[in-house]
């Protein structure tokens, strides 16, 4: 067989990889898994609920690509209550999961002889993406600033002619930095200098910030919306990951061409759960809220345990549940800290590499896992690092 050669410039995520050999080890031994970004919690009950009634009500044929308007109009309502912006649930497009949104907004804009700006450190599948199309990727350099936070003047220095499409993740994938709104309204102002430069604003961890900060939305800023795609879901917020379930706004420009991958790709996401989804958003956020009270003590006990071992050296995470440590000053890399953490420690955590070739020197904790746990793998790491 001949393969196509744009196979060998896709990437992979390299957590699943973990997980695959977490699941070999724990054969042997207990190991104690902080590398997937998924929360420790149940979905809620109001959801799970919901989903079986539609399927007793017989949901369970084929629906519109884009979503059941319902669930369009629940997204509408909901990004109304936070941000008190107005989105026509025509531009609204539900998808299995954050993937989608992320591939097909790459391949609109990716081709060879096109560049793309993403983040790096970053989520692995932006820049998977992009070599795939044959574009080029042009990395914002994450770990210049100590807090990991966006730099707009870095990023207005990296847009020329060729920039099709700028990414930005906020709060981060992996480094848990949250950039407030005063760097976003100046990157916001400086766009205004590249009215044809499309922007993916990935909003997954919006309602995970710490510290009673707001989430500066890219909703926020109207005279964006012609070019402007939003990338957010459930599986974060409300316990989802396995629903497969996101969603994403579009400019209405782009709609009949997004819609186009959605039937050539997916067909649509699964109807009943399209129902659970109306329930959360339309919901209570009592389980949101406590879980980000379950995260701010874990947040803190895995900043001050870290910083607690000699060598490592770690930034207060501002969203999300990572935590993205320095690790050099162990005597080993990411990758060899990564593996003698697991092999050693019976912990599993993500090398920094997985999300960047410059985050050689760093390792990404997850704090989705509960209090007990956080405490023993930090006891095991300070025992063989020490």
């Keep these: 067989m001949k393969l196509a050669k ?21 054969k042997q031994k207990n190991i104690i898994n902080l590398s ?25 044929g084929y629906v519109l690509p884009n979503g059941i308007i319902e669930c369009r109009e629940a997204v509408s309502r909901k990004i109304k209550k936070l941000y008190n912006k107005d989105i026509d ?26 560049e793309i700006i993403y983040p790096d ?29 966006l730099n707009p003047e870095k990023i207005m220095s990296l847009i020329n002619k060729n920039t099709r499409l700028l990414i930005l993740n906020n709060p981060n994938n992996p480094t848990g930095a949250f950039t407030e709104k005063n760097k976003i309204d100046k990157l916001v102002d400086g766009l205004k200098k590249f009215p044809n430069l499309a922007i993916l604003s990935d909003e997954i961890y919006s309602r995970q910030i710490f510290d009673g900060k707001k989430m500066p939305s890219f909703f926020n800023y109207p005279e964006l919306y012609d070019r402007l795609i939003v990338l957010d879901g459930w599986s974060k917020a409300y316990s ?8 994403s706004v579009w400019p209405e420009k782009l709609i009949e061409h997004v819609i186009k991958f959605c039937v050539n790709n997916h067909s649509c996401v699964n109807a009943a759960i399209q129902y659970g989804a109306i ?5 209570p956020d009592d389980s949101i809220n406590l879980m980000m009270e379950k995260f701010t003590k874990r947040r803190k006990l895995i900043h001050d345990g870290l910083n607690d071992i000699e060598g490592i050296e770690c930034i207060m995470p501002g969203g999300g549940f990572y935590a993205f440590p320095k690790v050099i ?11 003698k953490c697991l092999y050693d420690a019976g912990v599993a955590v993500v090398p920094g590499t997985a999300f960047g070739k410059k985050a050689i020197d760093y390792v990404r904790f997850s704090f989705a896992a509960s209090q007990d746990n956080i405490s023993k793998a930090l006891d095991n790491i300070k025992k063989i690092v020490g």
Excluded: C
């Design 121 to 149: 450190p970053g989520f692995p599948i932006y820049e998977s993406m992009i070599n795939y199309t044959g574009a080029k990727a042009v990395p914002i350099n994450m770990l210049e600033n100590n807090d990991f936070s």
């Design 279 to 283: 329930a959360a958003l339309d919901g």
């Design 89 to 114: 649930p025509e531009r609204v497009i539900i998808m299995p999961g954050g993937k989608p949104t992320m591939y097909y907004a790459i391949t609109l804009f990716g081709e060879p002889g096109a």
């Design 329 to 339: 000053g162990t005597g080993m890399n990411g990758t060899d800290f990564a593996k």
């Design 36 to 60: 997937l970004g998924q929360p420790d919690f149940k979905s809620p009950k109001h959801i799970i609920d919901a989903t079986k009634k539609a399927l007793d009500d017989g949901h369970h």
């Design 240 to 247: 989802m990951t396995g629903w497969r379930l996101g969603w």
């Design 6 to 26: 744009n196979l060998k410039r896709l990437g992979t995520e390299s957590a699943f990889k973990i997980l695959a050999e977490v699941k070999k080890l724990e």
